[in-house]
């Protein structure tokens, strides 16, 4: 069975930072643009960022310079790398992946709390 399991949320201090990791029980997933989403009660998941199979990456305006994302695709494993981070940054995290030729996969989600 597919899986994605993600990892790394918490608490962290304004100004402060945090790693997710997701790891995916996928074969080629190279071939997947992996991507982090992130929602908060009552909104729609928005977006944070992706990186697609040949190297490109896409981020959110509000977290361009502050957040980066990086795939390993040796270890299927996709991270985010999250700094500065600020209270609107707290959200429910979830890992994706995409492609053309397989049915969408979403993780469990990971909660980040920014808070003093």
């Known amino acids: 069975q597919v899986q994605l399991v993600e990892s790394g949320g918490g608490l962290v201090q304004p100004g402060g930072s945090l790693t997710l990791s997701c790891v995916a029980s996928?074969?080629?997933?190279?071939?997947?643009?992996v991507s982090w989403y992130r929602q908060t009660p009552g909104n729609q998941r928005e977006l944070v960022a992706s990186a697609r199979p040949y190297g490109t990456r896409d981020y959110a305006d509000s977290v361009k310079g502050r957040f980066t994302i990086s795939r390993d695709n040796r270890e299927n494993m996709v991270n985010l790398q999250m700094n500065s981070l600020q209270p609107e940054d707290t959200a429910m995290y979830y890992c994706?992946?995409?492609?053309?030729?397989?049915?969408?996969?979403w993780g469990q989600g990971t909660q980040v709390t920014v808070s003093s």
């Open positions: 996928v074969s080629n997933f190279w071939i997947y643009t």
């Open positions: 994706n992946l995409k492609s053309s030729s397989s049915p969408e996969i």
